[in-house]
Structure formats: C-alpha cells, structure tokens
C-alpha cells in the first residue's frame, strides 16, 4: 500500500517521461481492449501535436510535482481548439482514426496506418501587426484540406473562439478547395481581403490561388490577420 501510495505520490513518473523508461506501460498487464493505445511506442502522446504535447509536458514532466507550474484550464482550451485546425484526413479509407494531427513535417504521413499524404499540402501561418510595420506569427497555423472553412477567429485576433461568439461570428467567411490542379480559398464574406504578393485585392465572390511564399492579408481592420502560405509535400 505504501508503495501504491509513493508511486502515485512523491514517486509519480510519467509513463512516456522522454529520458526516464522505468514506468512504461507493461503491454503484458494491459487488457486487449486498451493495447491499441497502450503501446507507446506505436502510438506516442505526442501524436496530440505540438500545442498538447507542450501541456502535457508541463502537466506531467515539469509540474508533475509542482503543481503551480501545471497549465491552466484556459490554456488547454486554447490548445485543444488550435489543434482542431491542424486536423487532416487519412487518404486511406481504412484507416481506423481518419483523421490526424498534422506532425509540422515537411513529408506529412498519418501516424495511425503509416499512409503518406497525397499531394501537396498548404499550410498556413498566422501573424498579427506587432508595430505599424512589423508583422510576427502567433504560434497559430492553419491546414487546408479540401473544403475547409475559413472563420472569423482566424481572419481578426479580436475575435476569440469561445462560447462568446455571436451566431454570426460562427459563419465561415469562406473556404478552401482544390480547384483544377490549385489550391484556391474562395471568398464569401471578407469586405477587405488582399493578395500582398501581387498586390491585389480580392474581392468577395472571387477567389485567390493559394501558393508557396504568398501572403495574403485578411482584413484592414484594426487585429487583422495576415497568413503566410507554405505548400508542404510539393
Ligand atoms: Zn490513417
């Protein structure tokens, strides 16, 4: 008992701790139901991507045993919401999660059946106007798939993705596709949306091809956005 309580206690050790191995889960003890996830080496938390995998260090490496440096409930909030906008579909239709988070490699492959992504893959990157002419990025990326969404929350840094959002702010201002061989984002609500690679604005109910190295800027208006393309798997 006094070593069930040490082991939980002043003893805990995070069973995927990257250097210290002694507590890793013993596939031999575990029920053929959880085996799946068990294996870590198949299967390793960091498969959650880079804005979870950085709070589960904290919560389990750094602050396993202090608990003040452990994150806040805000900051998994945040975390969990950015890695919903690093999702990508599985090309296998076998696969048994479909879906995945993007692993910031430039040869993406889905970590559950090994399948490789097809095609290229834009990503983009947030930045927000530090001074009137100084742009920085914001630890905030964007993967395209076919029809995928563009909202509000992306385009302006006023506008945070929470449960405060009006009905209105929870419309997508448009989306992604892949139209003949291209990938375009097609626009259906920004009023002041500019391809600053070609100098162009590109008004509602048109589109913008989507290449590598452009830049487009979102919105004028006071938080706006610009994104930074990069198509990965080329
Ligand atoms: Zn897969």
């Known amino acids: 008992e006094r070593d069930d309580l040490l082991s939980m206690g002043e003893r805990a050790l995070f069973i995927e701790h990257p ?9 031999n003890q575990i029920s053929k139901w959880d085996t799946y996830w068990a294996d870590v ?6 498969v959650t991507g880079p804005y979870l995998k950085a709070l589960f260090d904290k919560a389990f490496i750094d602050g396993l045993h202090h608990p003040m440096q452990r994150p806040t409930a805000e900051e998994w909030e945040t975390a969990l919401l950015k890695t919903t906008d690093l999702m990508q579909q599985c090309s296998n239709i076998y696969c048994d999660q479909k879906w995945y988070v993007f692993d910031n490699t430039s040869i993406p492959k889905c ?7 097809k095609g290229t893959l834009p990503i983009l990157d947030l930045y927000y106007q530090f001074q009137p002419s100084v742009w920085k990025p914001e630890n905030h990326r964007l993967m395209v798939y076919n029809n995928q969404y563009l909202f509000q929350w992306h385009v302006n840094r006023n506008i945070i993705r929470n449960e405060k959002l009006t009905a209105e702010q929870k419309i997508p201002v448009g989306y992604f596709t892949f139209h ?5 984002f097609v626009n259906q609500k920004l009023t002041s949306l500019v391809d600053k690679t070609e100098e162009k604005e590109i008004p509602i109910g048109s589109m913008v091809e989507l290449t590598d190295g452009k830049k487009l800027l979102l919105s004028k208006e006071d938080g706006g956005r610009v994104i930074l393309i990069t198509l990965a798997n080329k």
């Open 19 to 27: 250097t210290d191995l002694s507590n890793r889960p013993k596939l």
């Open 41 to 46: 080496n198949k299967i390793p938390y960091t």
């Open 111 to 117: 970590p559950f059946c090994g399948t490789s992504h």
């Open 180 to 184: 003949e061989t291209k990938w375009v």
